[in-house]
């Protein structure tokens, strides 16, 4: 199946509990929208650290990098890293980034077509390219979870999972990727955390998640 084929690529302080209780409101400067191209917005912690376009540029060039020198499949189209965030204070416990590519590798009706089976072969894929991935310098993948499918903003999201450990510490984090085909871009969202500080970040991820429009 071609979502199989084209994306098997792909590697790539306590809050106070009042931070999650109630509506929205004027009042409420906790989370900021932030408006990125594409009509895509998100919100985010107001306090945490937007990374700057050269350092976004640079995550790129390193990405890109990897993938060569390991001999993966990279994206056949054009991706741009449009918002890169980590959580304060250093060292940062959790990390969101926004990219979009274009074309999409997939569309939604392949996604709506994808079989249980599908899904786990294409998980598979995913752990072959990051075995391949580590031996150059990539993440280490402790454990692959399974890929599934879920719906946002009535489209339908390929949600990939894993755990990888710290590149500059040995503890483990938690890694999703939301990846959504619409029309002729695909939107890439990756939230990550400590593992050990999950109660923490979970929340607050699972707010920027739903925050996205586009």
Avoid at 53 to 74: F, I, M, P, S, Y
Avoid at 171 to 184: A, C, E, G, K, M
Wanted: glycine share 4%; with cysteine; charged share 20%.
């Amino acid at each position: 199946m071609r979502i199989i084929a084209t994306c098997k690529f792909l590697v790539p302080t306590l809050m106070l509990a009042s931070l999650f209780v109630g509506s929205a409101s004027a009042q409420d400067t906790s989370f900021r929208r932030v408006q990125l191209v594409h009509d895509i917005s998100i919100e985010i912690p107001s306090h945490w650290k937007v990374l700057s376009q050269e350092t976004r540029q640079n995550l790129v060039a390193v990405g890109k990098e990897t993938l060569k020198n390991a001999d993966v499949e990279g994206p056949s189209g054009k991706k741009i890293k449009l918002l890169a965030v980590n959580a304060t204070p250093d060292p940062t416990g959790a990390m969101i980034s926004v990219s979009v590519c274009s074309p999409p590798e997939y569309t939604q009706d392949e996604l709506a077509a994808a079989t249980p089976a599908d899904l786990k072969e294409f998980g598979l894929e995913f752990h072959n390219a990051f075995k391949k991935l580590e031996k150059s310098g990539g993440p280490k993948i402790t454990e692959m979870q399974p890929v599934r499918i879920e719906m946002l903003n009535k489209y339908r999201v390929l949600v990939v999972p894993y755990v990888r450990v710290g590149v500059n510490e040995p503890v483990t984090w938690q890694v999703t990727q939301y990846r959504i085909p619409v029309s002729d871009r695909l939107i890439e969202i990756i939230l990550s955390h400590r593992q050990s500080d999950a109660n923490v970040w979970q929340p607050i991820l699972e707010r920027v998640k739903s925050s996205l429009q586009f």
